[in-house]
């Protein structure tokens, strides 16, 4: 079959990550996949004129609102995928909410990642109850195996032994809904008690405005580290050598950081939040917290 497959690429979410797994998924099983970000298309008739000039037999989309919206009314099949934010954001947006309603209406199925979220999209949207489907993610990490952590650590300007390190791993993309200066000043705090424990932000500059904020704040912070984007097989390497992934999102469909983490069996903290609360079980598969000092 060949379908089209929307998504939000351009902006380092973990949507772009898992648009990416799912296409490669699509295409093993032999169907031919066309991946292309749902921001290229600025009406719905630019989606008709793309559906009609590439043959395209059904459509997916990651996100209901970025690109469900776009596949309404085009006369081929289409399911959707929930990314995350269109439950715990967009949904409280009154004119968002009515548009997803409609793409849920006209959609052959709907992908949660969790049964939280499933429960999300069904109290919203009762008329869909009988099509939204709970497919967890899959994961597959690849630590490079020649990365060496004692130089990334001098790269970082922590200039002790790797042997007596604490290293607690943050990794996002540099945008609020992460939240990444929530644990900042706890962690600086117990690095003033305890030198060996750091914190280390990794990821991409998403929001610039935000970045600069980060980056000023992270500056004038004993033991915290910012670190800029890295390749996948190197931050698989950070998190296999890093004491605790530590996840502080106000909002998540499913983090492919925590999931990493725990194929690579790596500890977990993670805020209490509902996303984060689908994956980890407290005080079995990690730590859930809500509050920076506990």
């Known amino acids: ?60 989309a990651l996100h209901l609102y970025r690109g ?7 006369g081929i099949p289409f399911g959707v995928i929930f990314g995350g934010t269109d439950l715990n954001e967009d949904v409280n947006q009154g004119e968002k909410n009515k548009v997803m309603g409609k ?17 999300t999209a ?26 060496n952590w004692n130089s990334f650590l001098r790269r970082s300007e922590i200039n002790q ?41 990794v990821g991409p500059e998403v929001d610039p405005v935000f970045t600069r904020e980060v980056e000023a704040k992270v500056k004038r912070t004993p033991g915290v580290r910012l670190m800029g984007e890295m390749a996948q097989e190197d931050l698989h ?3 296999k050598n890093c004491f605790a992934v530590v996840n502080s999102s106000v909002s998540e469909g499913m983090s492919a950081a925590i999931l990493e983490a725990m194929d690579l069996e790596v500890p977990v903290l993670a805020r209490n939040i509902p996303g984060n609360a689908a994956v980890v079980t407290h005080e079995v598969t990690g730590l859930l917290f809500s509050d920076p000092q506990v």
């Open 1 to 60: 079959m060949r379908l089209l497959f929307l998504a939000v690429l351009r902006r380092h979410t973990g949507n772009a990550v898992t648009a990416q797994r799912v296409r490669d998924h699509l295409e093993a099983a032999g169907h031919e996949c066309i991946l292309r970000d749902a921001f290229d298309f600025e009406s719905p008739s630019e989606i008709a004129n793309f559906i009609k000039a590439e043959s395209l037999e059904a459509a997916l």
């Open 68 to 74: 469900g919206r776009l596949l309404r009314g085009h």
């Open 103 to 119: 793409v849920l209406e006209e959609a052959r199925f709907a992908v949660a990642f969790t049964e939280s979220m499933k429960e």
């Open 122 to 147: 069904q109290t919203q949207w009762p008329h869909a109850k009988g099509k939204i489907f709970v497919q967890s993610q899959g994961i597959s990490t690849v630590p490079n195996a020649a990365f």
């Open 161 to 201: 032994s790797a042997d007596h390190l604490h290293v607690f791993l943050l990794i996002c993309g540099l945008r609020r809904v992460k939240d990444p200066l929530y644990l900042v000043d706890a962690f600086s705090e117990w690095h003033q008690e305890e030198p060996s424990v750091y914190m280390m932000i």
């Open 237 to 239: 390497a950070v998190v």
